[in-house]
């Protein structure tokens, strides 16, 4: 494990799914993102040549289905890697905080955010949150955060999903305290550009330990 694994192991928690290719009856993984920007880091972190693949934005009366970027990845040994992590084929329901050394949990949650995180301006006020669909990864999530300075928060249901899934919320101070927290040593590669430009606007990182 290195820093920009746990970086790409949050990521597929939140935003990687497994799919069964019917012709050789295995699964693969597909890793998908809005943004472009975002699946070429993960391209080079993978060091795949794996296609980028595009799903454009479909209406269906009330509801609409975003255009995504996305690439799949059939290596087999990815996969029983990321099984063993306790990646499962119903993640959204049943997946849990994985075993990490403590040095790695931060890449590992600043990779989750990157995937099902949001961090917005609302009347010059920065506000953070992460949806997750697994109720019990989302309270290991908060326990975490709570247990590394940030105050407990929370856990909402989600009222804007038609699947069952869950949320937490951060206001400006503590939004200061997440980006301390989960953009020490962060690389270009392993940060959302957009979260990161407005965490930048607003607040300045402190090197140091304080909420280690």
Known sequence: MSAQGAFLLGYIFTDGD???????????????????????????????????????????????????????????????????????????????????????KSHFLRGCWAGSGNVTIYEDRVYSSIVIGSYKFISEIEKYLSSNGLKPRKIYKNKLSKKPSYVIKYAHGESEKLYNFLYKGKTNLTISDKQEIIYKKYFTRIECNQYK
């Open 18 to 104: 497994f799919l069964l290719n019917k012709k050789t009856n295995q699964y693969f993984l597909r890793i998908y993102s809005k943004h472009i920007t975002q699946i070429e880091k993960l391209k080079k972190i993978l060091k795949t040549d794996a296609k980028i693949q595009k799903r454009e934005q479909k209406n269906y009366g009330d509801s609409v289905q975003t255009k995504i970027y996305f690439i799949h990845i059939g290596n087999q040994i990815i996969i029983n890697d990321l099984l063993k992590f306790g990646l499962t084929i119903e993640k959204n329901l049943n997946v849990k905080f994985p075993k990490l050394e403590d040095k790695f």
